[in-house]
């Protein structure tokens, strides 16, 4: 069963960064694709963004500005940086293991950790 | 896949069939996966690849996908499938649906 946490301040000031790291339980860090999905209070899922270890990086078109997603293997983590943060980016931020076949799944999330742009 | 639309809401009787639509241009051409959210917890895959069931979720979870809508039935829905539901394509970005609410009345 493979396990992800999120980690992290929850309270960051307007224009720093935000940055999470999610810790995996899993062998095989290399063969998927390591992804960040966040949800704003009371709305819907949004993609942030992927890491595989082969395929590089791919960051959604209205965040790709202001983010980076690196992979760790050494500690089994990947990391989450989000520049000059505003109210806006306050939300639920959830790590997922992302599957691939004819479609990319998420079919590993981790518990989610909120983070909140406040001065 | 650049924009997915879903009804904000749903209502079904418990035992009756549900069906959840998820639009979008050409979907039909890619593939769609669904997701489950219960208050408070993290979303649970239910349907990839249009229509396959991850191990452990219930057979009476079933999808389709053909022209421009892609569709997540419940076939005699329970008290415990009340959540939200978001769809989600891959073409070169992963984009999600709004979101539909399911109420079992």
């Known amino acids: 069963q493979v396990q992800l946490q999120e980690s992290g301040p929850g309270l960051v000031k307007p224009s720093e960064t935000l940055s999470l790291t999610c810790t995996v339980s899993?062998?095989?860090?290399?063969?998927?694709?390591w992804s960040w999905i966040r949800q704003p209070p009371g709305k819907g899922l949004e993609w942030i963004g992927y890491?595989?270890?082969?395929?590089?990086?791919n960051y959604n078109p209205s965040l790709r500005s202001r983010v980076t997603i690196s992979l760790d293997m050494s500690k089994n983590h990947f990391s989450l940086k989000l520049n000059s943060v505003i109210a806006a980016d306050t939300a639920v931020y959830y790590c997922?293991?992302?599957?691939?076949?004819?479609?990319?799944?998420?079919?590993?999330w981790g518990q989610g950790i909120q983070v909140t742009v406040s001065s | 896949s650049s924009e997915l639309s879903q009804p904000p809401s749903v209502s079904v009787s418990p035992g009756q069939t549900a069906s959840i639509t998820c639009s979008g241009d050409?979907?039909?051409?890619?593939?769609v996966c669904w997701y489950q959210q219960k208050p408070g917890q993290s979303p649970v895959l239910v349907i990839y690849?249009?229509?396959k069931r991850p191990s452990g979720i219930p057979e009476r979870f079933s999808g389709s996908n053909s022209g421009n809508t892609a569709t997540l039935t419940i076939s005699g829905t329970q008290a415990m499938d009340e959540a939200d539901y978001y769809c989600?394509?891959?073409?070169?970005?992963?984009?999600f649906g709004g979101g539909t609410k399911l109420t079992v009345l």
């Open positions: 050409k979907l039909g051409d890619e593939y």
């Open positions: 690849e249009d229509d």
């Open positions: 890491f595989h270890y082969r395929e590089g990086t």
């Open positions: 899993s062998d095989s860090i290399r063969d998927y694709f």
């Open positions: 989600q394509a891959w073409k070169s970005d992963i984009v």
């Open positions: 997922a293991r992302g599957e691939i076949e004819r479609v990319l799944y998420f079919d590993y």
